[in-house]
């Protein structure tokens, strides 16, 4: 046999088994190759509260990304006698400069979420980081859309 496994090894590229390994293999003890995940005995943990927390967060972003997308693409809609019609103007005339004004410290924090936050909240802090960028999105695009200029709200970070 070990005659056989050296003339397959030496016509392929197949590495030689040593020979503890074929004296287990020939006596039926086997051991696993790649390791393997040990069955836990515990409970599994309760995360329904931590996945309806998700869930909530998931829908409150998608709700502002909808007011979003809808003050770019569907301001003209709104008649002018609107009360939002003010807001949804300022909105509209600042979006862009507040979007990548406001998008590197959440896009750095998302990156790194998986480091200050414990591995089974991952997704949690990414939604929270993700909501909260799009909240910043609307004060700057109102702060933008009123006729304040990136470099002067810059200025009045700094002095501070």
């Not at 197949?14 to 696993?32: F, H, N």
């Not at 943990?45 to 972003?61: G, I, M, W």
């Not at 502002?64 to 005339?93: K, T």
Request: aromatic fraction near 10%; proline fraction near 8%.
């Amino acid at each position: 046999m070990q005659r056989w496994i050296a003339t397959i090894a030496g016509k392929s590229n197949l590495p030689i088994m040593p020979s503890s390994r074929l004296s287990q293999a020939s006596s039926g003890k086997q051991e696993a190759i790649l390791p393997v995940a040990a069955l836990s005995s515990g409970r599994i943990p309760d995360n329904s509260r931590a996945s309806k927390c998700e869930v909530v967060l998931f829908y409150l972003c998608v709700t502002a990304l909808l007011i979003l997308f809808g003050s770019i693409y569907f301001r003209d809609l709104l008649p002018p006698s609107h009360p939002l019609e003010p807001y949804v103007r300022l909105l509209h005339a600042g979006i862009l400069s507040s979007l990548w004004a406001s998008l590197p410290a959440p896009a750095l924090l998302f990156a790194c979420a998986p480091y200050f936050a414990q591995p089974e909240r991952v997704t949690l802090v990414r939604y929270w980081i993700y909501l909260l960028y799009m909240v910043g999105v609307v004060v700057g695009a109102l702060v933008f859309g009123s006729g304040v200029s990136v470099v002067e709200c810059g200025m009045a970070a700094c002095n501070m």
